[in-house]
């Protein structure tokens, strides 16, 4: 006897006023890729706690009629969902866009629907890790943490500027340092070498969207970096410390001061994790990062395909080819290597996206993958990246596939705490 299937959640719209409504009869829609159709009952999760809905102007909603079987236009705007941290998103808010829509602010903008009292997205749970939820923790407890530091490191300029990133930007990471719990960010480097055209600290003023935070305007001192970390390590049992975070450049433009950095950590017994976010543009530096005690790096890429990956990242003085190298530079050298994958639902699945990828790990012996959601107006990537007409298999299906064809890959959300190297 075949299960009876269950039925798709109902299409979320909008009026002019914000006002959010569930349709009593289209069912929800999703994007993936260039394509719009019903997302597969399976992939439709409850809405997490901590997850955001958003309203966008000038996007009509569409939904699916059951009785005609086709995609029709709803009386209303469209809605999306930004998941919280720890979900990758399997598909995108379906709509049409009126004239003129200006580019949508830098988001993931998730497919979402309503059934039996609760909203539905496209999604799958990828990493258990609580590192990014705050949904039990009050703003206040995070504001007397961040001026605890203040006070404590009154000379440290890092610190002001991190105390500013969680205080006004609400950036996770620092309200993290202020809690004294997980992973410490170190911003460090005012220039970058890539041009990414979802660069979250700076955007060219004809881009049509902001950056979403302002960039670190100083070169902190190798004191101000190891004050943080030091105290940090002081907090969290299992400290994790991140050069590289989105109020900055690519870390490796600053590498000689990060090595001095490192360096002066470790020569007095700092504990913990020390990680790099970065482009991976300059293999050169990472031997004397490695030797100064750096224990992974982060690899943001949003293809494994040199063109898709140019189209986007947009490199500045390096070659798609040097981030390869640096991946296998920091295999050799005993580093931790993740990938930042930059999922977009559709595309990076597809077929030719995945033996791409799968090329990309048997070359390099990367470790772990962190399954991150691309952050751009979607019709905004589809213009930018090379069309390919290349099935996609779903997110589901594309892990279970990775996992047979790597079963030591690891993948989830988070830079993960490495223990101690004998």
């Not at 690899?299 to 991946?327: G, I």
Request: glycine content about 6%; overall charge neutral; hydrophobic content about 35%.
């Amino acid at each position: 006897m075949s299960k009876t299937r269950r039925p798709l959640p109902n299409l979320v719209y909008a009026d002019d006023q914000g006002q959010i409504y569930d349709h009593p009869f289209l069912r929800m829609l999703c994007r993936k890729g260039r394509e719009i159709l019903p997302p597969r009952p399976d992939e439709c999760i409850p809405l997490p706690p901590g997850s955001d809905l958003f309203l966008l102007p000038n996007r009509q909603a569409v939904g699916w009629d059951p009785d005609i079987g086709s995609v029709v236009q709803a009386d209303g705007l469209a809605v999306a969902a930004f998941v919280c941290p720890g979900y990758t998103l399997s598909g995108l808010t379906a709509y049409l866009s009126s004239e003129p829509a200006c580019p949508l602010p830098l988001f993931a903008y998730g497919a979402v629907g309503y059934a039996h009292g609760q909203f539905y997205l496209c999604a799958r749970k990828v990493d258990e890790d609580q590192r990014q939820d705050f949904t039990h923790i009050s703003p206040q407890r995070i504001q007397r943490g961040a001026q605890r530091l203040l006070q404590t490191y009154a000379h440290n300029r890092l610190v002001r500027h991190l105390a500013n990133c969680a205080l006004s930007y609400g950036c996770p990471a620092a309200k993290n340092l202020a809690l004294g719990r997980y992973e410490a960010p170190l911003p460090t480097a005012r220039a970058c070498n890539a041009a990414c055209i979802g660069c979250i600290s700076r955007q060219d003023p004809d881009s049509g969207f902001p950056a979403t935070q302002n960039r670190i305007t100083f070169r902190p001192r190798v004191q101000e970096i190891t004050e943080i970390m030091h105290h940090h390590a002081g907090q969290e049992k299992r400290p994790i410390f991140s050069f590289g975070q989105g109020c900055e450049g690519d870390p490796l433009t600053e590498s000689e001061l990060i090595r001095r950095a490192i360096s002066t950590f470790r020569s007095q017994d700092g504990p913990g994790t020390v990680n790099i976010n970065t482009n991976a543009s300059l293999p050169q530096s990472i031997p004397g990062l490695a030797r100064a005690g750096l224990d992974s790096i982060r690899v943001s890429l949003n293809s494994a395909r040199k063109d898709m990956y140019l189209a986007y990242h947009r490199p500045q003085s390096y070659a798609f080819e040097d981030v390869l190298t640096c991946m296998e530079t920091a295999k050799k050298h005993n580093i931790f290597v993740s990938l930042n994958f930059l999922f977009f639902p559709g595309i990076s699945d597809s077929e030719m996206e995945y033996q791409a990828l799968a090329d990309l790990i048997a070359q390099t012996g990367i470790d772990f993958i962190q399954w991150r959601n691309l952050n751009l107006d979607p019709e905004l990537y589809l213009q930018i990246v090379p069309h390919a007409d290349s099935p996609a298999m779903g997110l589901k299906n594309l892990l279970q596939r990775l996992q047979k064809d790597f079963p030591s890959l690891s993948y989830g959300y988070f830079n993960p705490f490495l223990p101690k190297k004998l």
